[in-house]
């Protein structure tokens, strides 16, 4: 598989149509109109 630098991978999305919703540290939240907001499985809910 080839590798993505994360500048690129959000370039990728936003192309997409996802838009970036929230930044926490080096976390960054995408979404996407249309879409409801999940659960992450691991910590409980996603903000």
Sequence with gaps: MKSISGKNLCKMLEKKGWELK???????????AGRKEGTDKRSGSWE
Aim: no cysteine; charged share 20%; proline share 0%.
């Design 22 to 32: 929230t930044i926490r540290g080096s976390h960054h939240v995408y979404m996407k």
